[in-house]
């Protein structure tokens, strides 16, 4: 059974930065894409940034750019989210998804506060 596994979630002050990581194991059958959403309390859930695993290309939300780098290690199968300037808004409850058509997968969550 496939499974992700979100680390490095944490409290920070604003400006500062944190870096995501997504483990994977299991049968990945080479997805194409992988991605990071985030949900705040009592907000809905939000795409934050997405990697196609062929060649790395990404896309940003727009509230992210320039702050946050999504990338990969091909090597460990793991997803990373650089997180820099962080803002208050950004508090969230961090989730890593991945599927090959769809995002069938989901990790358990890490959750980020950052205080002002």
């Known amino acids: 059974q496939v499974q992700l596994v979100e680390s490095g979630g944490g409290s920070v002050q604003a400006g500062g930065s944190l870096r995501l990581s997504c483990a994977v194991s299991?049968?990945?059958?080479?997805?194409?894409?992988m991605a990071w959403f985030r949900q705040a309390p009592g907000k809905e859930r939000e795409f934050v940034a997405t990697?196609?695993?062929?060649?790395?290309?990404?896309v940003l939300a727009d509230s992210v750019k320039g702050r946050f780098t999504i990338s990969r290690d091909n090597a460990k199968n793991t997803v990373y989210l650089q997180m820099n300037s962080l803002k208050p808004e950004d508090t969230a409850v961090y989730y890593c998804?991945?599927?090959?058509?769809?995002?069938?997968?989901w990790g358990q969550g890490t959750q980020v506060t950052v205080s002002s």
């Open positions: 998804a991945a599927g090959e058509s769809a995002y069938d997968y």
């Open positions: 299991g049968r990945t059958n080479k997805w194409y894409q």
């Open positions: 990697i196609k695993w062929s060649d790395g290309t990404t």
